[in-house]
C-alpha cells in the first residue's frame, strides 16, 4: 500500500483514508501537556479534603510519608500506604483515572530498566534458569522479591509527590518552600521554568498551527526538515530576547532576588491535625515493616 504526505502531515493512503502525521501529532501533544496543565490547577481549587489544608501542612505530610516509603522494607506496608493515597485522592475530588495514569505509566518502564539487572545477578534460589555455554542465567527470587520493592516503594513515593502538586496550587507550593528555609534562587528557578515551559509549549502550538493554516501544497521531507530546524532556531532566538525583556520588566518592578505571593498562610488546629495524623501513620508503617515481612 502506497502513502503520500501532505504538508499537514497527514497520510493519504491508497484506499483514500487519511491517517494523522507528524503535524498533527505534535498540536495534539502539546495542546494536551497544556490542557493536562489547566486541568491540574482546576483540581486544586476545587473544595477537597487536601485541598483545605494549609500548604506547609501538605508538604510537611508529604515529607513524612516519602520518609516512611523509603525506609519500610515491607511490601504490605507500601500497598497500604498505596491504598491510603488512593483515598486521600478520592477525598480530594481527584479522577482516578488521572492520578493512576500520571504514576504508573511511566514508573514501570523507568524503574524497570534500572532494576532489571538486579534480578539476574542477585545471588539465592533460581525461579528458572538458562544455560547460554558455560553460564547459567536467570532471575532469582530475591531478586524479583527486591525489583517488586523497588517499583512499590517509588510508586508510593512518586504518588506521593503527584498528588501533592496536583491539589496545591503552584504558588502556594512555592511559598510553602520559603517555610522550610529552600534557597530563594531554588524557588525562583522552580518559578520561572514552571512558566517559561507553558509560555514555550503555547508559542509551539502557534509555529504548527500557523504552517498547517497557510501551507496547501505538499513538501518533501528535506522541506520539512527545514522548516523543522528553522523553526527551532527562530523560538530559540525569541526565548532568549524574552527572558532579557521578562528580566528587565522584572528589575523595572522593584524585583530584588526574592519571590512574593499575595497569598497569606495560617496554620488552624485541623492543619495540626492532619500533620499530626499523618506523622502517626509513617510512625505505625515503619513499626508494621520490621515485623510484617
Known amino acids: 500500500m502506497t502513502e503520500t504526505?501532505?504538508?499537514?502531515?497527514?497520510?493519504?493512503?491508497?484506499?483514500?483514508?487519511?491517517?494523522?502525521?507528524?503535524l498533527e501529532k505534535t498540536v495534539a501533544g502539546i495542546t494536551a501537556?497544556?490542557?493536562?496543565?489547566?486541568?491540574?490547577?482546576?483540581?486544586?481549587?476545587?473544595?477537597?479534603?487536601?485541598?483545605?489544608?494549609d500548604p506547609r501542612a501538605k508538604l510537611g505530610m508529604f515529607l513524612v510519608v516519602i520518609l516512611a516509603a523509603s525506609l519500610t522494607s515491607s511490601l504490605p506496608v507500601l500497598v497500604a500506604l498505596y491504598a491510603l493515597l488512593l483515598l486521600a485522592a478520592r477525598a480530594s475530588q481527584v479522577p482516578f483515572d488521572f492520578f493512576v495514569?500520571?504514576?504508573?505509566?511511566?514508573?514501570?518502564?523507568?524503574?524497570?530498566?534500572?532494576?532489571?539487572?538486579?534480578?539476574?545477578?542477585?545471588?539465592?534460589?533460581?525461579?528458572?534458569?538458562?544455560?547460554?555455554?558455560?553460564?547459567?542465567?536467570?532471575?532469582?527470587?530475591?531478586g524479583l522479591t527486591g525489583a517488586v520493592l523497588f517499583v512499590a516503594r517509588v510508586g508510593v513515593s512518586v504518588s506521593v509527590a503527584v498528588l501533592l502538586v496536583i491539589v496545591t496550587s503552584w504558588?502556594?507550593?512555592?511559598?510553602?518552600?520559603?517555610?522550610?528555609?529552600?534557597p530563594q534562587i531554588f524557588i525562583l528557578l522552580l518559578s520561572m521554568t514552571y512558566r517559561y515551559i507553558f509560555l514555550f509549549l503555547r508559542t509551539s502550538n502557534?509555529?504548527?498551527?500557523?504552517r498547517k493554516s497557510r501551507v496547501v501544497g505538499r513538501t518533501s521531507g528535506n522541506e520539512q526538515r527545514n522548516w523543522i530546524s528553522g523553526s527551532m532556531g527562530g523560538l530559540m532566538n525569541r526565548s532568549f530576547k524574552m527572558s532579557n525583556d521578562v528580566y528587565?520588566?522584572?528589575?523595572?518592578?522593584?524585583?530584588?532576588g526574592h519571590v512574593r505571593t499575595y497569598n497569606s498562610f495560617k496554620m488552624r488546629?485541623?492543619?495540626?491535625?492532619?500533620?499530626?495524623?499523618?506523622?502517626?501513620?509513617?510512625?505505625?508503617?515503619?513499626?508494621?515493616?520490621?515485623?510484617i515481612g
Open 248 to 256: 528587565a520588566a522584572m528589575l523595572a518592578r522593584g524585583f530584588n
Open 33 to 53: 501537556t497544556i490542557e493536562h496543565s489547566v486541568f491540574r490547577e482546576e483540581i486544586a481549587q476545587k473544595p477537597g479534603r487536601l485541598q483545605g489544608v
Open 171 to 182: 504558588s502556594d507550593l512555592l511559598k510553602s518552600l520559603q517555610a522550610v528555609k529552600v
Open 269 to 291: 488546629q485541623n492543619d495540626w491535625l492532619a500533620l499530626a495524623a499523618t506523622t502517626f501513620i509513617a510512625i505505625v508503617a515503619l513499626v508494621a515493616g520490621r515485623f
Open 206 to 210: 502557534g509555529l504548527f498551527e500557523a
Open 101 to 142: 495514569k500520571r504514576v504508573w505509566v511511566g514508573i514501570p518502564f523507568f524503574a524497570g530498566i534500572v532494576v532489571i539487572p538486579s534480578i539476574f545477578f542477585v545471588p539465592g534460589a533460581k525461579l528458572f534458569s538458562i544455560t547460554l555455554g558455560s553460564m547459567v542465567i536467570g532471575p532469582s527470587i530475591p
Open 5 to 22: 504526505t501532505t504538508t499537514a502531515g497527514v497520510k493519504k493512503s491508497a484506499k483514500g483514508k487519511e491517517s494523522i502525521g507528524w
